[in-house]
């Protein structure tokens, strides 16, 4: 960064910056040489508050130079966070700014760096995620949920990057579920598969005939422009006609209009051809779409494997089960499984959780989300193991509370116990109930 300034001063940028560009940059720099000089003296050389907020305003900038769009609004908002921070840090008044809303802003400014395929952008990002994460809140942590529980197609890449609300909601799914047997969930399985295998026949078939609807426009009007004979909509031809089409009943001014009438036809064709959307080029996109959200994703797992490891003992880790679990349950890749389930057996279901906040009611009932799909037959053992190990993770949670709460856990084993003995194509085994009764008498044995 400072060679770029030192280079920039001698030199004319590509990107001419106008006067509130400048000032954006302006401002955003002095900031940056201030934190510079904080950081250099003995007293702010280990605040790691200020590396992140050195960090952020490094890349930012450079992607302001670099002719970045959006790199104008982020400097502004990291110049809002770093005051607001600057002010919670100094007053200590009851009329501080909440810092959540900075805290919030600057996760999603890591996102939006961690969803370009930049390594530069990841490796940087990772940095200020370590020297951050100990700060963050449920509420920011719900925007890394929000990627994990995003469907893996081009609804969930509207839902990312777009806007708009496409993921997984467990309290919709909860309520959805409570309307409908068990037995009903392999049926709608394979009448969803099913829809999906006919909409691409329906949307295959709408291609071909938008296809041959232009092949009929361009053929007649081309005829048109020929003038040669028509009937009903169709393009005939006559060998008595032919004398009267003949090139060279044409003058020299007749064929060059005809020529540019002929370009403009077949050029309304070329577009009108790009616009509509093939098989080939639908299939390309939904990969597409596919790749970047799996490549976000993995890097969000990333993020969170970063988290648990800062804060072994936060009661955060517990709200991350959940988002975790449907990760796992959504996706169709097998590396990205393979890495959620490590980071549950490994990390969230080792952890001390030092509970503060959290009330064994809302255990009991993530207890419940958490074993409530556990008998579909689609899930993968993956998820089946990690389900497992996540409802005794939450059951000692609970008793860590409340010791005289065991028989509602135990109430919800047996209840799932009966499901499972009557759902006999369930691939959930019975070392679920093997591994609650083995941690049981482990509890037991220490009382």
């Known amino acids: 960064m400072s060679s770029l300034l030192d280079y920039s001063k001698d030199h004319t940028p590509?990107?001419?910056?106008?006067?509130?560009?400048?000032?954006?940059?302006?401002?955003?720099?002095k900031i940056l040489k201030k934190i510079r000089n904080k950081r250099e003296s003995s007293k702010y050389a280990d605040?790691?508050?200020?590396?992140?907020?050195?960090?952020?305003?490094?890349?930012?900038?450079?992607?302001?130079f670099s002719g970045d769009a959006e790199s104008v609004d982020t400097l502004q908002e990291l110049q809002d966070y770093y005051y607001e921070q600057k002010k919670d840090k100094n007053e200590d008044d009851e009329e501080n700014d909440d810092p959540h809303d900075s805290v919030v802003g600057i996760v999603e400014i890591l996102l939006n760096f961690m969803s370009q395929k930049s390594s530069l952008l990841k490796k940087l990002s990772m940095i200020v995620w370590e020297n951050f994460c100990t700060k963050v809140d449920l509420g920011a942590l719900k925007l890394l949920f929000d990627v994990i529980k995003t469907k893996e197609n081009k609804e969930g890449q509207k839902a990312l990057f777009e806007g708009e609300d496409e993921f997984v909601d467990e309290d919709e799914e909860e309520e959805h579920d409570h309307d409908h047997e068990?037995?009903?969930?392999d049926e709608e399985d394979d009448e969803e598969e099913e829809s999906e295998e006919e909409d691409s026949d329906d949307e295959e078939d709408e291609d071909n005939e938008a296809v041959s609807e232009l092949d009929k426009k361009t053929n007649l009007a081309l005829a048109e422009a020929l003038k040669l004979p028509?009937?009903?909509?169709?393009?005939?031809?006559?060998?008595?006609?032919?004398?009267?089409?003949?090139?060279?009943?044409?003058?020299?001014?007749?064929?060059?209009?005809?020529?540019?009438?002929?370009?403009?036809?077949?050029?309304?064709?070329?577009?009108?051809?790009?616009?509509?959307?093939?098989?080939?080029?639908?299939?390309?996109?939904?990969?597409?779409?596919?790749?970047n959200i799996l490549l976000f994703k993995h890097r969000v797992v990333d993020l969170l494997e970063i988290f648990v490891k800062k804060n072994p003992t936060s009661e955060l880790i517990i709200y991350t089960v959940e988002p975790l679990l449907t990760g796992l349950k959504l996706t169709l890749d097998k590396s990205l499984g393979t890495k959620i389930h490590k980071l549950l057996k490994s990390r969230v279901c080792k952890s001390k959780v030092d509970i503060q906040t959290v009330f064994k009611e809302q255990l009991l009932e993530i207890l419940q989300h958490v074993q409530k799909d556990i008998l579909k037959t689609s899930n993968t053992n993956d998820f089946n193991l990690s389900s497992s190990q996540c409802s005794i993770f939450i059951s000692?949670?609970?008793?860590?509370?409340?010791?005289?709460?065991v028989d509602e856990i135990i109430d919800q084993y047996t209840d799932l116990l009966k499901k499972w003995f009557t759902k006999k194509n369930s691939r959930l085994t019975s070392s679920i109930f093997f591994d609650f009764i083995n941690w049981l008498s482990s509890k037991r044995s220490q009382n």
Do not use: C, P, Y
């Not at 001419?16 to 720099?29: H, I, M, P, T």
């Open 396 to 405: 000692k949670q609970i008793l860590q509370l409340d010791e005289t709460v």
């Open 14 to 29: 590509i990107f001419e910056f106008d006067d509130e560009l400048k000032a954006v940059k302006d401002k955003s720099l």
């Open 182 to 185: 068990h037995s009903e969930d």
């Open 47 to 64: 605040n790691s508050r200020l590396l992140v907020f050195e960090l952020l305003f490094s890349m930012v900038t450079l992607q302001l």
């Open 230 to 291: 028509q009937h009903n909509g169709e393009v005939t031809f006559s060998s008595d006609e032919d004398d009267d089409i003949s090139d060279e009943s044409m003058d020299d001014e007749q064929m060059m209009a005809i020529d540019g009438e002929l370009s403009r036809i077949f050029k309304q064709r070329r577009d009108a051809l790009d616009s509509i959307e093939t098989g080939n080029k639908r299939k390309a996109e939904v990969q597409d779409a596919r790749s």
